[in-house]
């Protein structure tokens, strides 16, 4: 009897408890907030994550850039440190004349044949390109009998091979009277080589003006064949007389002809000056590239204005010396949020009428009573794929990098995203219950396509990132000319743009 | 914009291990009268009760990144809400434990058979009931733990789990027979 009575209680308990329905949940839930509001703030940093990997990724690219351009400068300066060793083993006619070298040929090996000008314009580039402009009468006449007789063990002196060579009549020797020459190696070693000009020695007909030379081709087999001096290929003859072979001697042969010591100051100086050359040249790119992190506000009628970020590169093309046409690719994610009310466009306002009827249907685990839901919230995600067109005028290209832009922006989307929530207080009126739903729907991989549908707007202003680089700030706006995404939502961004530009800095 | 997929307690939970404060919601709304259900036997009045839901949902939210899809949702709640009310009223427990059983006021109610029992009559019954008897009756015959669980969770006997148990269920006969006679 008690048995039964206790089982019987058992399940009625059972039974009431487990079917057991509330009407305070939303109640409950804003206490639960209340007490545990982390939840919420958790979901920040995953949108504000674009932005910090975004600038990680750029200030990471502008170090090593940075670290790679010093490195470049180091590189030129070790060159003639590591020659500089070998100075004390010479006689100190020669001493002025090593370091020269390395402006002519640093650290090549000696090359045996003619044919490798391209393999010597690698390493001499600047100082050979330097030599044909600043020393036009210099030239590549050298004639291969001269070459040969020239061709000395790697390691031997100059002063031998030019003792050994066959006499060539010099006249008297005319510095070239170009103006940068005072500051240019070559011109340097012209002009230090200038009174000790002896007979017979065939290098220095590199710069008499009576030889001809008109083009950087012919001067750089000319330097080729000033270390052909060295080779050991040919070195017999010379090495007939060992009493004359000096200690080791990498340096060609061509400039250590010049005693002067005074010149080595000035080469010293001018070697500086050099690595700024190519800089000039690459500031008349046509096209420039940049690559960008943004971070800005989406806004929108009716929408709480929302945190975002984005990347992308661009190219700017010149199309006159104060304007350039600015287009590349952009990836960035849009975020809309509107509390109580709908996104102001038709598409988006009528695309919620027919989801209320079955948006119910989500929440049928809730409640088995239907009811006219009421529209609560609505959320837009939409990662889009941007293609700006813009025409940038820079206000003085010479002296600094501020400028103005504007243009139009086409696109897609990769991802578009819409949540819309509502409530039911019919249902809670009802049943005491009041419950929630979200209708969410996905549109993925480049549902549409829109063409000029954003103005931009944007003004930049730059500054130097090491030798090579520029950053430059660019606050931003891009306002919508027509709806955007599936949903035809009118939105824009403004924010600002932190861009790094593989380009000089302007002098 | 397409019908809405109907959202089931699997993608619920799914999307509340990535953290989705929407379907947080959901969840906790999904499971509210149930939690309830469960928290208010334990519990001395609703506020209690409503307070050791929010205290469970927390922890379930928490913890959901390891919760093992495979198993039921609904007995993993009851669990980790079993085990929170409990915590909650740990101190009554052992206060309890000392109390004179028979010391018990006798109920006042207009409660009928068994089967008209509704959920406020049956609360008003294990009000009546000291803590310690009501807590092993709901987790013994409701919630369906064994003497061991409970004695390890309480921190008692596994005989004092029994006769706890063997008082409660007598305490209530006596309330349902003198309703009976009242009703009868």
Redesign the interface.
């Given at each position: 009897m008690d048995d039964q009575l206790d089982n019987d209680l058992r399940d009625r308990i059972r039974e009431v408890f487990d079917n057991y329905e509330d009407t305070t949940a939303d109640e409950g839930w804003l206490l639960l907030r209340e007490r545990f509001p982390v939840q919420e703030k958790q979901r920040r940093p995953v949108f504000l994550w674009w932005a910090s990997a975004a600038a990680v990724l750029l200030l990471f690219l502008s170090i090593g850039l940075w670290i790679a351009s010093n490195k470049n400068n180091t590189n030129d300066h070790a060159q003639i440190t590591a020659a500089k060793p070998v100075k004390p083993a010479l006689p100190q006619q020669n001493s002025s004349a090593d370091s020269n070298v390395q402006n002519v040929a640093p650290a090549q090996p000696p090359v045996i044949t003619k044919q490798s000008p391209a393999t010597n314009l690698a390493a001499n580039n600047s100082t050979q390109q330097s030599a044909t402009k600043l020393n036009p009468a210099g030239n590549a006449s050298v004639s291969s009998a001269n070459v040969l007789a020239n061709n000395s063990a790697l390691n031997k002196k100059a002063n031998n091979a030019i003792v050994n060579q066959p006499a060539t009549t010099v006249p008297a020797f005319t510095p070239v009277p170009v103006t940068p020459a005072a500051t240019n190696p070559v011109n340097a070693i012209a002009k230090a080589i200038t009174p000790a000009v002896q007979p017979g020695d065939n290098h220095v007909s590199n710069v008499l003006p009576g030889k001809k030379a008109d083009s950087a081709n012919a001067v750089l087999p000319q330097t080729n064949t000033q270390q052909f001096a060295n080779t050991p290929a040919v070195q017999s003859p010379i090495n007939n007389n060992p009493a004359k072979t000096p200690p080791v001697n990498p340096v060609p042969s061509v400039v250590k002809v010049k005693p002067k010591t005074s010149s080595m100051e000035a080469l010293l100086a001018s070697d500086h000056d050099q690595p700024k050359k190519p800089d000039m040249e690459t500031d008349d790119r046509r096209v420039k590239f940049s690559v960008y992190a943004a971070t800005f506000f989406n806004y929108a009628k009716g929408s709480q204005n929302q945190i975002n970020a984005g990347a992308g590169f661009t190219s700017d093309i010149k199309l006159s010396k104060n304007l350039k046409l600015s287009t590349g690719l952009a990836l960035a994610q849009n975020t809309l949020n509107y509390n109580k009310n709908q996104p102001s466009n038709g598409v988006a306002a009528v695309s919620f009428s027919p989801s209320l009827s079955t948006a119910y249907n989500t929440m049928a685990d809730f409640s088995k009573v239907s009811s006219t839901p009421s529209f609560k919230n609505y959320n837009a995600n939409l990662i889009g794929l941007d293609i700006p067109v813009n025409l940038k005028y820079e206000f003085n290209p010479q002296k600094n990098d501020t400028y103005i832009s504007a243009g139009l922006s086409s696109g897609t989307f990769i991802n578009e995203a819409y949540t819309a929530s509502y409530s039911y207080p019919g249902l809670a009126q009802a049943a005491g219950v009041q419950a929630q739903t979200s209708d969410e729907t996905t549109h993925k991989s480049f549902n549409s396509f829109y063409f000029a549908k954003t103005l931009n707007v944007a003004f930049g202003v730059g500054y130097p990132l090491g030798k090579s680089n520029k950053l430059i700030i660019e606050p931003f706006l891009k306002y919508p000319l027509d709806g955007l995404g599936s949903q035809q939502i009118k939105f824009g961004a403004g924010g600002l743009n932190l861009k790094l530009n593989f380009t000089t800095h302007k002098k | 914009?397409?019908?809405?997929?109907?959202?089931?307690?699997e993608e619920i939970v799914r999307q509340c291990k990535q953290?989705s404060?929407?379907?947080?919601?959901?969840l906790?709304?999904?499971f509210?009268?149930?939690a309830?259900?469960?928290s208010?036997?334990y519990s001395l009045n609703r506020d209690d009760a409503?307070e050791a839901?929010?205290d469970a949902?927390?922890k379930v939210?928490n913890a959901i990144g390891g919760y093992n899809t495979d198993k039921p949702f609904k007995a993993w709640l009851r669990t980790i809400l079993v085990n929170t009310a409990i915590d909650r009223r740990r101190k009554d427990l052992k206060f309890q434990l000392n109390v004179e059983l028979d010391n018990a006021a006798p109920i006042r109610s207009n409660m009928g058979p068994?089967?008209n029992?509704?959920?406020q009559d049956?609360l008003k019954m294990m009000v009546e009931l000291p803590t310690i008897q009501r807590t092993i009756f709901n987790m013994y015959?409701?919630d369906g733990y064994d003497h061991d669980e409970i004695a390890t969770t309480l921190g008692i006997p596994v005989s004092s789990s029994r006769v706890y148990l063997s008082r409660a269920?007598e305490r209530?006969?006596t309330i349902?027979r003198k309703e009976a006679q009242n009703h009868g």
């Open positions: - | 914009m397409h019908p809405p997929p109907r959202i089931t307690e953290g404060l929407k379907h947080q919601e959901l906790y709304k999904q509210y009268g149930y309830m259900g469960i208010l036997r409503l839901v929010n949902f927390i939210f068994v089967d029992l509704n959920a049956i015959e409701i269920k209530l006969r349902l």
